[in-house]
């Protein structure tokens, strides 16, 4: 190898590793130049390095000196050059560190993890799943990626920030989306409907160009626009319009002593939904039969889907046959 090439290789190493590199260059160097001026003193080239390393960095533990006039001097040119590339080496590891944590605030990191969640969008939803999903399931990793948030402190909120817009490819690379569990498209509800919805189907299909198998989570203000989410490629469409229009609507007409919002926040906190396939032994039972043997399994059944159609809280009597897929829930895993 020529000198010009490792002079090349050397010029291309970031600055902290290069300073690394010349400390121990100079280390090594003083070291072996106090075994050879004491001998007796310093009876081995590692007692020399071990000597430069602490008078170096300025500790000074006084377990070897020189005592030469000649051993003296290599100590006085040791501190006037080793001992400023340590401690330029230490604040610039200290200014590299605070840099990073500045730039990750900022959103500039690429995230490097894998199986993790992708969130799309800052807003009071978004907030509320980020502290649901630390506090509950604290090892999953989660990337945010906003394009109006200036900079998300890690403590606050435990995500790694992305800055930029979701339909971008280089955003998304950064994201490091290939490599992601799933997606989450919360709709901006600072713009109309048509338009957000038409940015969160146009962020569909650049994550679909990404990741053509990860799981997409998509939520759609209007219900023309379901059709168009669909064939972009969203796996699960939010209609959030519909949900809470059918919530106030149990609300205003509602039992005197029901709370549904109540009941619904709760019940869902707690328990998850859960989709299985009818088991063949359970075929011919009626709808108590089977909800009485999936009990005993801490399964509450509410229903089944059969050809498509949903039949929420059945007649106990009801048959089931070969297909149905059953909803209930279960708890929450700890």
Known sequence: MSFRLIKQIYFKLPILLKVLMVILLFMFLFGFLIHLVE???????FDGIWWAFITGATVGYGDLVPSTPAGKIVAICLVLTGGGLIAYYITS????????????????????GYNHLVIIGWNERSRQ??????????????????TTLQHVPFSDYPVHFIKGDPTEDRILQRANVK?????LITADITRSERTSDNMSILTVVA????????????EIMSSAQIANAKRAGATTILRSNDFTST????????????????DIFH???????????????????????????????QQILIGFIRNNQ?????SVKSQMQNGDLLISFIPWKK
């Open 39 to 45: 001998p007796d003193q310093f009876p081995s080239i």
């Open 93 to 112: 590891l200290a200014a590299l560190t605070f840099h990073q944590e500045q730039e990750m605030e900022a959103g500039k990191i690429a995230f490097k």
């Open 129 to 146: 799943l980020i502290k649901i999903i630390s506090k509950s399931s604290p090892q999953i990793q989660m990337v945010l990626i906003d």
């Open 179 to 183: 490599l992601a569990d799933r997606v």
């Open 207 to 218: 994550i679909r160009g990404n990741n053509p198998s990860i799981p997409i989570i998509v």
């Open 247 to 262: 919530l106030f609507y149990h609300e205003l007409i509602r039992q005197p002593n029901a709370r549904p919002f109540e």
């Open 267 to 297: 019940l869902l906190s707690t328990q998850q939904f859960h989709h299985s396939v009818l088991n063949a032994d359970m075929e011919k039972m009626n709808f108590d039969e089977v909800a009485s043997l999936l009990r005993n399994k």
């Open 310 to 314: 949903y039949h929420m809280n059945p």
